[in-house]
């Protein structure tokens, strides 16, 4: 039998089923459902009703559909405004990486911590202002100082990075190529080029007016 919290009006096996349907990449069969949950069919098909009832009698932003025969969490009509505006604004406010910022970023990201001097080492050309542009962006941070000569500044990626490249810890870092995907294609880095487009790039928003 469900047990059901009195706070919260819905059962623990509903809030199961909830939690399901809110991380599944596509409609989960009720069937499959009962077979995760160790619940027969029938005990399952009616937490998922009183699920369903209980957000639509509460209000809920979210509620669940039946479609492609399974279940999904789906937004409710009568937030589709807010939700394409926060879509537009999130899109609008996406950073894209110049082919040099992505280059330098990855240098950064497999030599952590590192000094701009390395990193021009290893790039072959001054980084100055594309590491400038990296750290007013959050994709990359100081680390303190080097010991030796001039004791330069030293570089590692940040949590921003992280989320952008959809990783969970350094230790999951995609390949160089995977990276340099995100730049623009040589094509579009030679128009660029013509008109006036330093080798140290820049980072912008896309809603941005290009230079």
Known sequence: MCSYTASKGI???????QAILFVAGSPVPAAELAEVLSLPPSVTSKEISRLDDFLRRT???????ET?????MVTAEDTADAVSLFRDTAQTQKIR??????????VI?????????????????????????????GMIRIAGRKKGTGSPLL?????????TFGLISISELPTLEELQELAPPPEEKNRK??????EEGHIRGEGDDLP
Request: charged content about 25%; glycine content about 10%.
């Open 97 to 106: 990486l110049s082919r040099a910022a992505v280059e330098t970023l990855a």
């Open 11 to 17: 059962s623990d096996t509903g809030r199961k089923i």
């Open 59 to 65: 209000g809920s932003g979210v509620l669940l559909q």
């Open 155 to 163: 570089y590692r990626t940040t949590d921003l990075f992280l989320e």
């Open 109 to 137: 990201a497999y030599n952590q911590p590192v000094t701009r001097s390395e990193v021009e080492d290893i790039r072959g050309v001054r980084c100055e202002r594309v590491i400038e542009t990296l750290l007013s962006h």
């Open 68 to 72: 492609a025969g399974g279940w999904r």
């Open 193 to 198: 080029g013509a008109a006036g487009e330093t």
